[in-house]
């Protein structure tokens, strides 16, 4: 898969024509039944092409079927669906853009996946990244990074034969559908249509992240390799950030409970400002950790970076960080703040993605 991948990303720019993709977002894996509605909602075979249904219907799966029920009746069957409606198509409680594709996928349930334009794609997403209040220039940077990611993630997937792209949780890049298209977000993606963030012949890996706290993280501190263009750079924009700097108090005994599979019964947790390792000790004897191993064990959203210091206090652990995120690539509170400064988002994305370059692909 690797090397197919790569060769994808070579050919990218060898071909000078280079059209917009169809993205393929999965939306649920794991229900037996959704409900889907719309306006003029047609529901079609996918093997044979016939419309085999028409109005809001609950789809079912049944025996390696899928079912389409209106009435409470079994109206039609096919081995996989494709629904669509003007204006876009309720699944469950989102409203999406495109054409829905259901089929019976592993456990007997319902693969539901959202098959779209990229940039209408990005339509849905850039809302949910940023608040569509914030400055043109930073949400045109997201635009930019999201598609660059997007397109990454496809020609990814397609390359190792996978059926979808993208999912819509925080896990790929946060997806809710048509609910968040606000006029601000239409001009973002317009005004940067086929723009993505490139080095050497292929894309880059444009990762963005909510906080910085002050400098951005190398890839090769988070995730252990080396990408040049991700490097750590100083970010002194993201103050506005609820999250730049932060504490927390927990108390000793649930942060020992959470992190026993690392050291049973711990009584003290310490990290001290610049240390790589987090120290927990017990009677006689400690262990060091990854702080990436805490902030598994902790919580995501409890522990909001990998930046921390952290001391007990009694009975008490008192954590100070910075930055909310992966911190690497992009700071979405930075872009904000060069935004206000007048910044554009050029010069925004060459900040962050230092030694990437701008590319227009179509
Ligand atoms: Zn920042």
Redesign the pocket.
Known sequence: MRISAIAAFLCLFSTSAFAEEEVRISLFADKKEVAVSGKSLAIYDAEVGDRIATGDSALVAKDGLVEVVAAKKVVARAKSVIVEAKGGVRVASGVYLGRIEVSTGARGALSVINRLPLETYLLGIIGSEMSPEWPIEALKAQAVAARTYAMQRHMMMRAANKPYDLESSVISQVYKGAERIRPSVIRAVKETRGEVVAHRHGLAEALFHS????K?ASAKSAFGREVAYLSPRT?K??RDSTRYSWKLEMPLAQVASKLGRYLKGADDLERKDGASSVTLKAKRTEKKISPRQVREALGYTTLYSERFTAETKGKKVEIHGSGFGHGVGM?Q??ARGMAVEGKTYREILEHYYFGAGLKRIY
């Open positions: 906080t910085c706290g002050g951005t970010c924009w993201c700071c509170w930075g």
